[in-house]
């Protein structure tokens, strides 16, 4: 159950919009203090970080856009055998004053969708501004971090945990 992304959140129009979004907000703060203890602390440091949403921090996710995105596959093992998936994503801040790195750990599935039909008007602004995003559990405690740009691209990642580094310029 997705809390504060664009379909569930909604659009504001009237006052009763922003009282749900509010709500909704609320709904998602109470969420991650629920599972405080089930999700690894750097994922639930990141989620729950005073920054995350502060549109005033130049570590906010708001905004930024994407310099680089690393797929690895650490091994180890005779034969380099014993394999694991690992994801960079390296952001530039919303201000421009520093990148934001984060780091997820034991990737058990992920999807990158950029919608083919906004390929065409939108040429140069690559994924678009990072609109929001949500960390959760999954039905199989794993961390997922779901992710929404301007441009229409959704990102979704499943994994052990994520690590969050801010690097300033």
Not at 103 to 125: I, M, S
């Amino acid at each position: 159950m997705a809390y504060i992304l664009g379909a569930d959140i909604g659009e504001i129009n009237t006052r009763e919009d922003v009282e749900r979004q509010k709500q909704k907000w609320q709904q998602y703060g109470e969420y991650l203090e629920s599972v405080r203890d089930k999700m690894p602390m750097s994922a639930h440091e990141f989620a729950s970080a005073s920054w995350h949403y502060d549109t005033t921090h130049s570590r906010c996710l708001h905004d930024s856009w994407v310099n680089s995105l690393l797929v690895r596959e650490p091994s180890y093992g005779d034969r380099h055998e014993t394999r694991s998936i690992e994801i960079e994503l390296r952001l530039l801040g919303p201000y421009h004053d520093g990148n934001i790195v984060l780091l997820y750990r034991e990737v058990c599935a992920y999807t990158l969708e950029t919608p083919l039909e906004f390929a065409y008007p939108t040429l140069g602004v690559g994924h678009g501004d990072w609109l929001c995003d949500e960390v959760r559990l999954s039905q199989r405690n794993n961390v997922i971090h779901e992710i929404e740009f301007s441009r229409g691209s959704r990102w979704v990642i499943e994994c052990k945990d994520i690590e969050s580094n801010w690097e300033p310029l």
